[in-house]
T-cell receptor, first 116, second 113 residues
Framework: SQTIHQWPATLVQPVGSPLSLECTVE??????LYWYRQAAGRGLQLLFY??????ISSEVPQNLSASRPQDRQFILSSKKLLLSDSGFYLC???????????????FGPGTRLTVT | AQSVAQPEDQVNVAEGNPLTVKCTYS??????LFWYVQYPNRGLQFLLK??????LVKGSYGFEAEFNKSQTSFHLKKPSALVSDSALYFC???????????FGTGTRLLVSP
């Protein structure tokens, strides 16, 4: 079966410090990978998605970046955190599919980031 | 662009009663619709999806959803609510060819004993 891991679970960082959040998936190959941010326990905002190693699409311009150095590893980074970067960050994966298919996404446990 | 709307911020229901969480959609082309549940400080869990076929879709934990094309709705239902069903529920629609999803704003379900 497939498993998705995120770490750390919680993080408190000062404004201006760097950020690195990691997500790994087990039990599948060539997944689509996604980073979301959830603010105030409500709506999800898609930040980045990736359909393969080194292939990153950004949905929202901001001071965050993403990388996919390995097939099942997805990293979210920032060089300098802002207060507005606080939130609950969720990684998800889905099977790779064409436009004629539709696969559900499976989410990791999330990382709670507080920027102080 | 594809979108979904969840008109209710919160739904209150007594344990044992049927529950409905509403979702309406706006899409160009065929709708691919999903329901997810989120417990506090957890990731989202997939409940069910509609791709094509029967309008009544059955999912996890006794939940089902009814697809209605004429009303552009995809309401989540359960015949008998449990206190443990209390959580945040999200409706979502596929957007584009890379399995991207657009989520609604969420509906908080509170089931009282």
């Amino acid at each position: 079966s497939q498993t998705i891991h995120q770490w750390p679970a919680t993080l408190v960082q000062p404004v201006g410090s760097p950020l690195s959040l990691e997500c790994t998936v087990e039990g599948t190959s060539n997944p689509n990978l996604y980073w979301y941010r959830q603010a105030a326990g409500r709506g999800l905002q898609l930040l980045f998605y990736s359909v393969g190693i080194g292939q990153i699409s950004s949905e929202v311009p901001q001071n965050l970046s993403a990388s996919r150095p390995q097939d099942r590893q997805f990293i979210l980074s920032s060089k300098k955190l802002l207060l507005s970067d606080s939130g609950f960050y969720l990684c998800a994966w889905s099977r790779f599919g064409t436009s004629g298919t539709s696969y559900e996404q499976y989410f990791g446990p999330g990382t709670r980031l507080t920027v102080t | 662009a594809q979108s979904v709307a969840q008109p209710e911020d919160q739904v209150n229901v007594a344990e044992g009663n049927p529950l409905t969480v509403k979702c309406t959609y706006s899409v160009s082309g065929n709708p691919y619709l999903f329901w997810y549940v989120q417990y506090p400080n957890r990731g989202l869990q997939f409940l069910l999806k509609y791709i094509t076929g029967d309008n009544l879709v059955k999912g996890s934990y006794g939940f089902e959803a009814e697809f209605n094309k004429s009303q552009t709705s995809f309401h989540l239902k359960k015949p008998s609510a449990l206190v443990s069903d209390s959580a945040l529920y999200f409706c979502a629609v596929r957007d584009g060819g890379f399995q991207k999803l657009v989520f609604g704003t969420g509906t908080r379900l509170l089931v009282s004993p």
